[in-house]
């Protein structure tokens, strides 16, 4: 049994998207093994020289050998000939015949079962694609991580899903946060499975996934605008992630393995909203209040008491809740440093017209508070600008429970947008004019990474990444690294 350990890369990929080599930890030398045997009786069946199960992980355009029998590899161009064409190729190039058929995972080739020197008859295509059954058991849980950051990885794969097919993706992230390997891992496989299934299923025009960060936990929402899924029909998430539904059942089984909720309902475009909340770690405390307060900042005054009530009435976890009159000339920084509120609730007339200044001075008290704009429509611009700035969610005053929930997750530390809300965020107009250079930059100040240790990285200097910094600022219209961050290239 010969072992192979390279990854190599697919010439699959558009110009100027990188690539990744998949972190397996190595091919397996099959004993025992499924992939094992299906190698083995692979060879034995067909006659063949060498035989190999190949794992392939489409998003990053990239191959590795799990079990090869024989000869160290199949050649490079069957295999991105077999992912491209999503059917059995034979090659010849090297003078021995080399028969490759694709293992399947719905929409996705997860990997290519390969023979050489076989007499490659109708027969052992057969038998090469009966395997190949058997070896998508063994590779179905494709495409790891492999040391890539969740935000990466989850833009490759919506990469992958445009070339499937769907015209538009997007992906929007609200705050940041850290995630251990193993929760990163299994929140990516539920994105994973969720966009198959779109793929496969949904006829969508459009697809975005969202990340929201807090203290306590991340929510991931993946919502698309296809033909949707009714869970009624099958009595519930329960019962619909059973026979046909086995997707279902494989993100029910990783939500449990994370303690978090997992809900599948309609989206707000008739399509499908899949919403994974996962506790990430220990919620940090509210400093100085067992319970947060909240001040309500409106123009009229019975839209301030109307608010109030609400909040009084629907949210029995909260501290005080007051109201602040703010007449012509009046400080709302200082107000909220005098009453030292945990949230701010404010119309946005009442901000100043420098709205990312205005968010900036509320973040710099001591005791800052969470801002969410009190509002039944908010200018895309506006509410972009005041994301990246730090707000926590934008609501309508007559929202009623939608109201009580993004005031309280507020006072948590998290931020909660309205599906469509994400989508407007994600429909940013796309900037042009940045470099491949520039989005690695980008990518790295995401990760929160310093000049210098981005530098380290991509092997330029500290001076050269400043510059870098500097020119996606002013391309971008960012502020500062947040707003960056925010906006995205």
């Not at 899949?274 to 940090?284: D, H, I, K, M, S």
Request: aromatic content about 2%; some cysteine.
């Amino acid at each position: 049994m010969t072992v192979t350990a390279p990854a190599r890369q697919l010439d699959l990929l558009d110009p100027g998207v990188g690539s990744r080599a998949i972190g397996s930890g190595g091919p397996d030398d099959g004993s025992g093994s499924l992939l094992g045997r299906v190698v083995t009786q692979l060879r034995t069946l067909t006659g063949a020289r060498s035989a190999w199960v190949v794992r392939v992980d489409e998003a990053a355009g990239a191959w590795s050998v799990d079990v090869g029998d024989g000869a160290a590899a199949p050649p490079e161009d069957l295999v991105a000939a077999v992912v491209r064409d999503r059917a059995p190729v034979t090659s010849t190039g090297s003078g021995t015949p080399v028969l490759g058929v694709p293992v399947r995972r719905g929409p996705r080739v997860i990997g290519v079962c390969a023979v050489a020197g076989a007499r490659l008859s109708a027969t052992d295509r057969g038998l090469a694609e009966l395997f190949a059954d058997y070896a998508a058991l063994a590779l179905v849980d494709h495409g790891s991580l492999a040391g890539r950051p969740l935000l990466e990885a989850v833009r490759q794969e919506l990469a992958w899903v445009e070339r499937a097919g769907v015209p538009r993706t997007d992906l929007v992230t609200v705050g940041s946060g850290t995630l251990d390997d193993a929760r990163a891992e299994e929140i990516f496989r539920v994105v994973q499975e969720a966009l198959v299934n779109v793929v496969a299923h949904a006829a969508a025009g459009r697809v975005q996934v969202g990340v929201l960060h807090g203290p306590g936990t991340v929510t991931v929402l993946v919502e698309d605008d296809g033909t949707g899924f009714d869970a009624t029909r099958h009595g519930g998430l329960a019962e619909a992630a059973s026979g046909a539904h086995r997707g279902l059942v494989a993100m029910s089984a990783r939500a449990r393995r994370l303690d978090g909720d997992l809900e599948i309902g309609s989206g707000t475009g008739g399509g499908t909203l899949l919403r994974l909340t996962v506790p990430c770690g220990p919620e940090a405390p509210t400093p100085g209040r067992p319970r947060p307060s909240v001040l309500v900042a409106a123009g009229r005054p019975v839209i301030r008491a109307g608010v109030v009530r609400q909040l009084q009435l629907g949210a029995p976890e909260l501290g005080m809740v007051s109201e602040v009159d703010l007449g012509a000339g009046h400080d709302l920084a200082a107000a909220c440093r005098l009453l030292g509120p945990d949230v701010l609730v404010v119309e946005p007339d009442l901000l100043p017209a420098d709205l990312p200044g205005a968010l900036e001075r509320l973040a710099a008290l001591p005791t800052a508070p969470a801002v969410v704009l009190l509002a039944d429509a908010c200018a895309d611009h506006a509410l972009r600008t005041a994301v990246s700035a730090g707000a926590r969610g934008c609501v309508g005053p007559d929202d009623g429970e939608r109201l009580v929930e993004v005031v309280t997750a507020a006072g948590r530390g998290e931020s909660t947008f309205r599906p469509d809300q994400l989508g407007r965020l994600a429909a940013a107009p796309r900037v042009r004019g940045i470099t491949a250079r520039e989005h690695e930059v980008c990518a790295l100040v995401a990760r929160g990474m310093t000049d210098r240790q981005i530098a380290t990285a991509l092997r330029i200097s500290a001076k050269t990444v400043e510059k870098h910094v500097g020119s996606l600022l002013r391309k971008t219209g960012a502020r500062n690294r947040t707003m960056l961050v925010a906006v995205g290239p």
